[in-house]
């Protein structure tokens, strides 16, 4: 039950970003992605790092600042990239590779041991993503497709090193979330000085816009992911993905007033059935222990053994 709680909640992140696309076309300054990407990440993790009173030290200062800029910095930009480049059922897509990529990662860098289960239901739950997104007249840009794929790569690898590194002894999540929020906003600011130039005038639409990009989508959204990556594996966190565009046709349908097709009503139902295979698939997997849990066990061993000498 704990694990399913942990499942939930993390999936609650996903589910929020799926929120994105209708809040920025309805509320946001148009064509300013990367202020929006800046505006996103570094309120949120100036909050998240007061509200923590928690500094990096040592060599996280250099871990923050590379997860931050993988998770962050470096995917929100390749994001909007390809996005503008790419029709967005393509960007999508794209997107929906990153489970394939986080199951290579984790194998490679954790032990995380991927079975075939688990990769058929990454690569189907693209295709039901695929189903649901992708238009008869989809064209492709080899800029954009680029960018999609990298910013894929970017964000598995994020995951997976966030997994890698764990946390310093005594900080949590919050902590960790905001540090990386931080360091990836400001490493989204000069892009965005350089691309798009001064910031633009904000109304009160905008603001309130960008409040709940700010508050929900980003500090609530990515403290729950983060926090799901440290207590599931990374396989697990990410093959939740595929609800970030489940949620936005459904938002689309339910609120933009966007009609759903009986295919795209099918690719939902098998992209939702693999996102729910994918969690089955992963808890059956025995996973090795992490270096600290080898360190706990042994322990544990030790102390019975003592105790049966005795």
């Not at 040592?58 to 997860?67: H, I, T």
């Not at 695929?130 to 497709?145: E, F, I, K, P, Y």
């Not at 949590?172 to 906003?185: E, N, R, V």
């Amino acid at each position: 039950m704990k694990r399913l709680a942990t499942v939930a909640l993390t999936a609650l992140a996903p589910v929020s970003w799926g929120s994105t696309y209708a809040v920025a076309s309805e509320l946001l300054p148009p064509d300013r992605p990367l202020f929006t990407g800046v505006m996103r990440a570094l309120p949120a993790g100036l909050l998240l790092t007061a509200l923590a009173r928690t500094l990096p030290k040592g060599e996280w200062w250099w871990k923050s600042a590379v997860l931050g800029t993988l998770n962050i910095g470096a995917f929100f930009p390749l994001l909007f990239l390809s996005a503008y480049r790419l029709p967005g059922g393509v960007a999508a897509v794209l997107g929906s590779a990153g489970p394939l990529f986080v199951v290579g990662l984790a194998a490679l860098l954790l032990g995380e041991r991927a079975s075939l289960r688990t990769v058929l239901a990454a690569v189907t739950g693209a295709f039901g993503v695929s189903m649901v997104v992708l238009t008869a007249n989809a064209a492709l840009d080899l800029v954009g497709v680029v960018a999609g794929v990298v910013s894929s790569a970017s964000m598995a690898a994020g995951t997976v090193m966030t997994k890698r590194w764990g946390r310093p002894e005594g900080v949590g999540p919050l902590a960790m979330t905001g540090w990386q929020l931080t360091a990836g906003g400001l490493a989204i600011i000069p892009v965005a000085a350089l691309v798009e130039g001064a910031p633009p005038a904000l109304d009160g639409k905008a603001l309130l816009g960008y409040g709940y990009m700010m508050l929900i989508n980003t500090s609530i959204a990515y403290w729950l992911w983060f926090r799901g990556i440290g207590q599931l594996s990374a396989t697990s966190v990410t093959l939740l993905g595929p609800l970030s565009p489940l949620t936005a046709a459904v938002i689309g349908w339910a609120a933009l007033g966007q009609a759903l097709t009986p295919v795209q009503l099918a690719g939902m139902a098998i992209a939702f059935g693999a996102t729910v295979a994918g969690q089955l698939a992963v808890a059956r997997t025995p996973q090795p222990f992490s270096s600290a849990e080898k360190n706990n066990r042994n322990i544990s061993m030790d102390l019975t053994d003592r105790r049966v000498r005795r």
